[in-house]
C-alpha cells in the first residue's frame, strides 16, 4: 500500500487522492467542505468527511495522468471555477478554499516496468488515456499503438519490451517532467533522443524538488515519518513495507534481462537514484530536528519544573517570615 488511512480531525481534514502516478493533498476548514468524491476504475463513492478508512492503493504499477503542465493548468482553472476541463481528473472537493500540494510515489524502475507488464498481461488498457499536452492529444504518427485489437491480453515480457512507442518505458520521469519543453509527444521538434532526454529528467527532477512531499515505496515506514512531519498529522496506522508483489515474483536476476530493462528506463533509473538520495538525506535532516526539538522540549521542562519548586520554596520561606513577624507583635502588645 501506499498510504492506508484517511486522516481527521475536529479542526483539520486531510484528503488523499490517487490520481495514477500522483497524489493530490487538498485541506480546507472541516465547515467548507461537504463530500469528497473518488472515482476510480469502475465505480464512483462518496466519502463523508468525518470517516476515516482505509484505501487500498497498489503501489503504483502505471501512470495515466497528464503530464505535469497539463495537471498544474487542470487546478488553475478549477481554481477559477472551470471545472471538468481535465478528462483525466479523479479528484474533486466541494470546498471554498483551494490548497493543493502535490506529492507523489517513486518505486524502483525495475520493479515498477514489471508490475505495469504483469498489469498489462492482465488485460489492463489506458484507452480513455487522452494524453493532453499543449491543449491537445498526440497523434497515430506521434504515438503508434502496441498492439492491435481490444488489449495486449498475455503478452510476453520480451514483446512487452520490443515496442518502441512503449508508454511503459521511463514513465516516472514522463509523468514528472513538462512535456511541453520537448514538443510534447512529437520525437522530431528538438534534437537527438539524448538532449530530448536530457531536458525531460531536469524537468523531473526540478518538479520532485519543488513538490511539497514525495516518498518511495521501498521505504514505507520512512516514507510514512516524513509524510507526518511534513503535514504534522499521525496516521492511525503504521505503513506495512511489501515485498512479495507480482513484480518480485518475476526472476530477472542481475543478467541480460535486467540490464535491457535498466536500458529502456535509463532516465526513470537516474531520477530514482536522485530522488532517493534527496528522500534520504531529508530524512536524516528531519530525524535530527526532531531529536534537537526534544532535547530542547525536556530542557524547558526541566526549567519549569525548577521554577515551580523555587516558588514553592519561596511561598514556605514567605510563610514563616509572616508567623514570626506576627509573634513578636503579640508579645511586644
Known amino acids: 500500500?501506499?498510504?492506508?488511512?484517511?486522516?481527521?480531525?475536529?479542526?483539520?481534514?486531510?484528503?488523499?487522492?490517487?490520481?495514477?502516478?500522483?497524489?493530490?493533498?487538498?485541506?480546507?476548514?472541516?465547515?467548507?467542505?461537504?463530500?469528497?468524491?473518488?472515482?476510480?476504475?469502475?465505480?464512483?463513492?462518496?466519502?463523508?468527511?468525518?470517516?476515516?478508512?482505509?484505501?487500498?492503493?497498489?503501489?503504483?504499477?502505471?501512470?495515466?495522468i497528464t503530464d505535469w503542465r497539463a495537471r498544474r493548468k487542470g487546478d488553475k482553472e478549477r481554481r477559477h471555477g472551470k471545472e471538468g476541463s481535465i478528462?483525466?481528473?479523479?479528484?474533486?472537493?466541494?470546498?471554498?478554499c483551494r490548497n493543493f500540494y502535490y506529492i507523489t510515489m517513486?518505486?524502483?524502475?525495475?520493479?515498477?516496468?514489471?508490475?505495469?507488464?504483469?498489469?498489462?498481461?492482465?488485460?489492463?488498457?489506458?484507452?480513455?488515456?487522452?494524453?493532453?499536452?499543449?491543449?491537445?492529444?498526440?497523434?497515430?504518427?506521434e504515438l503508434p499503438a502496441c498492439y492491435s485489437g481490444d488489449d495486449w491480453t498475455g503478452v510476453t515480457l520480451s514483446n512487452f519490451m520490443d515496442c518502441p512507442s512503449n508508454l511503459a518505458n521511463n514513465r516516472q520521469v514522463r509523468m514528472l517532467a513538462d512535456l511541453s519543453l520537448v514538443g510534447c509527444y512529437n520525437v522530431s521538434t528538438i534534437g537527438a533522443e539524448r538532449e530530448r532526454g536530457r531536458v525531460l529528467l531536469a524537468s523531473a527532477k526540478n518538479n520532485l524538488r519543488n513538490m511539497a512531499f514525495y516518498g518511495l515505496t521501498e521505504f514505507q515506514r520512512k516514507t510514512q515519518y516524513l509524510f507526518e512531519r511534513t503535514f504534522g498529522l499521525r496516521f492511525i496506522q503504521a505503513f506495512t513495507q511489501i515485498n512479495s508483489t507480482r513484480a518480485a515474483s518475476v526472476g530477472v536476476g542481475e543478467g541480460a534481462l535486467r540490464r535491457r530493462i535498466e536500458g529502456l528506463n535509463a532516465l526513470d533509473v537516474e531520477l530514482y537514484e536522485y530522488a532517493k538520495e534527496l528522500f534520504l538525506r531529508r530524512y536524516q535532516y528531519s530525524r535530527q530536528t526532531q531529536h534537537r526539538e526534544q532535547r530542547l522540549r525536556r530542557r524547558q521542562e526541566r526549567q519549569e519544573e525548577r521554577q515551580e519548586i523555587e516558588g514553592v520554596e519561596g511561598e514556605e520561606v514567605g510563610g514563616v517570615a509572616t508567623t514570626e513577624d506576627y509573634s513578636s507583635q503579640v508579645v511586644r502588645w
Open 106 to 141: 517513486l518505486r524502483d524502475p525495475v520493479s515498477r516496468y514489471l508490475s505495469e507488464w504483469k498489469h498489462v498481461q492482465r488485460g489492463a488498457t489506458w484507452k480513455s488515456a487522452l494524453h493532453m499536452c499543449d491543449g491537445r492529444s498526440p497523434t497515430q504518427d
Open 87 to 96: 478528462k483525466t481528473n479523479v479528484f474533486f472537493c466541494l470546498c471554498c
Open 1 to 64: 500500500m501506499i498510504f492506508s488511512s484517511f486522516f481527521s480531525s475536529p479542526n483539520f481534514h486531510l484528503f488523499l487522492s490517487l490520481s495514477h502516478g500522483q497524489i493530490i493533498i487538498a485541506h480546507c476548514h472541516p465547515l467548507a467542505h461537504q463530500r469528497v468524491l473518488h472515482r476510480g476504475r469502475e465505480s464512483e463513492r462518496r466519502v463523508p468527511v468525518s470517516l476515516s478508512l482505509t484505501l487500498p492503493l497498489l503501489p503504483l504499477p502505471s501512470s495515466v
